[in-house]
């Protein structure tokens, strides 16, 4: 789990919504399956929805969508009216990165470039089509899908 945690970060900016003080990797991955859990819980997603996002695969199914959604407002970078937060985001980024120069110009573009784009009203939806965007600017940032801090 702890390979996938930065794709999972920069796919949704949620590593580290809680941390306080320096960065504790193992902390926010505790925390991240705690709210997965809960998330799959709350909208009916099922392991296999897990696997796909874990996998940093395209959601096959509206639950798994729906996952990915509550996740990301329970980190709140989505809002109420399921449009993305690039300030919150921004924070979690600084987070993770532990504020690394280098690191924060990339995680900004990324969330920079994705924050203005075109999404459903559907914020299950939505948060897929954000998710796709994270992906395709973090491989046209050179980020491929091994990468960790």
Request: proline share 1%; hydrophobic share 40%.
């Amino acid at each position: 789990m702890a390979k996938h945690l930065l794709t999972l970060t920069v796919m949704c900016v949620v590593g580290a919504v809680i941390v306080r003080g320096e960065f504790d990797k193992n902390e926010a991955i505790a925390k991240f399956i705690s709210k997965a859990e809960q998330c799959k819980t709350e909208v009916g997603a099922t392991d296999a929805d897990i696997g796909e996002m874990v996998g940093r695969k395209p959601a096959s199914t509206m639950e798994g969508k729906c996952m990915r959604a509550c996740l990301m407002k329970k980190f709140e970078v989505m809002d109420d009216s399921g449009k993305f937060v690039a300030d919150v985001a921004l924070k979690h980024a600084e987070k993770v990165t532990e504020g690394a120069a280098n690191k924060m110009q990339v995680a900004s573009e990324i969330i920079n470039a994705c924050a203005g784009i075109e999404v459903s009203s559907d914020h299950c939806q939505a948060a897929e089509d954000y998710g796709k965007c994270f992906k395709h600017e973090a491989n046209a940032h050179g980020i491929d899908e091994n990468y960790q801090f």
